[in-house]
């Protein structure tokens, strides 16, 4: 269908396979916005058909570990090996990174993706430096550090050896069964009180995850994740992150019951989050996928947020507000007591952190002691 306006006729974003977002919406920060028009040269006869490759770009920052004082957050120290995420989850909190860069936190934020090659370096030089004080580092906060490039670049992989030689504590978040590759590191790790993972499930209903998460593993997979961590002696959560009211918060009781029978042993839920250009996106997505739900679903996300479609107040961003949010965590501390986890995420894990050593030698340069 194309839609006129004045002289130009416009091409409508539509749905493509294997992608989350269905529109490439301009970044905030542009001056100008822009929109694919028909010249009469058939450049809209399947829009939905035309096949998006992903492409990777290495980047070298100066250092690797990132923090934040948000007092909502249970970490303070981070690495992400990647910007973007080809994973494609349309509801995505880190989109709006990608207009800091001129690129749109839509289609751009998953075929457009950046890659830290020298993220193990970068690491180990500030575990070398005396004044480095050890605490858990999260991978996963912003971007899964296991989507579908790591299995080729393998960044992921070589901070975790770096965190493993240096008996440095580790909290893991991802929806990727990709994690497995790892045990040979985290099981050991785990076994001192060093590693803990969080497995994101969001859904049990394989085709609402096949549109909104459109390339992560699907729900089977992420529960076996679960299963096969936890029979390694390594700590799991279940994080149903995120909710979205009426669409798939009547899932919190079987996505609970299915965790605790793979073994997990703490769970957690964030409400959905529409901050920036991620409320637009989402509701594309919407409009395109469940346009019959459409509207209620985003009754119910305002309802959540005091009238309005996000609120980024602390202690409120992550739960939201009324009697909707209330009526959720009711059902969800229900469940954890239920099901016997413990209370939440942040407490079921304390990680040590008096282990930490410093090698003679690096990876590069051996120690003649050794």
Not at 34 to 63: N, Y
Not at 211 to 237: F, Q
Not at 300 to 325: C, F, I, N, P, Q
Not at 328 to 355: E, V
């Amino acid at each position: 269908m194309i839609l006129s306006y004045g002289m130009v006729d416009i091409i409508p974003d539509q749905a493509r396979k294997g992608r989350g977002a269905v529109s490439n919406r301009t970044g905030r920060f542009e001056p100008l916005a822009g929109m694919r028009i028909d010249d009469g040269w058939g450049t809209g006869d399947d829009l939905a058909a035309e096949k998006l490759r992903t492409t990777v770009t290495d980047e070298h920052p100066k250092t690797i570990i990132a923090t934040n004082s948000s007092p909502d957050i249970p970490f303070e120290r981070s690495i992400n090996p990647y910007r973007g995420c080809e994973h494609g989850c349309v509801y995505c909190y880190a989109r709006p990174t990608h207009a800091y860069h001129g690129l749109s936190p839509g289609l751009d934020f998953e075929t457009r993706l950046f890659a830290k090659p020298d993220a193990a370096r970068l690491l180990e030089d500030a575990f070398r430096k005396p004044s480095y004080k050890p605490q858990t580092i999260q991978l996963g906060a912003n971007t899964d550090p296991y989507q579908p490039i790591e299995r080729a670049r393998r960044i992921t992989r070589s901070v975790i050896e770096v965190m493993h030689r240096y008996d440095h504590p580790l909290g893991i978040t991802t929806k990727s069964d990709l994690v497995l590759r790892d045990l040979d590191l985290l099981a050991p790790m785990a076994a001192k009180g060093l590693a803990a993972v969080a497995v994101s499930v969001t859904t049990l209903d394989a085709r609402l995850a096949r549109t909104m998460e459109p390339r992560c593993p699907r729900p089977e997979k992420r529960l076996n994740a679960i299963r096969e961590l936890s029979a390694a002696g390594v700590p799991v959560a279940v994080m149903t992150a995120p909710l979205v009211p009426g669409l798939n918060d009547h899932e919190i009781e079987d996505i609970l019951a299915g965790a605790a029978d793979a073994g997990a042993m703490a769970a957690e839920y964030i409400m959905l989050r529409l901050p920036l250009e991620i409320h637009e996106l989402f509701e594309e997505w919407l409009a395109a996928h469940v346009p019959d739900r459409a509207k209620k679903v985003m009754s119910l996300v305002r309802d959540t947020r005091g009238g309005k479609v996000y609120d980024s107040a602390w202690s409120e961003r992550m739960k939201g507000k009324g009697v909707y949010a209330d009526m959720i965590a009711a059902r969800f501390r229900a469940a954890r007591r239920k099901y016997g986890f413990a209370h939440n995420a942040a407490s079921g894990f304390k990680l040590r952190s008096d282990l930490f050593t410093r090698p003679l030698g690096s990876a590069d340069q051996p120690s003649l002691f050794d």
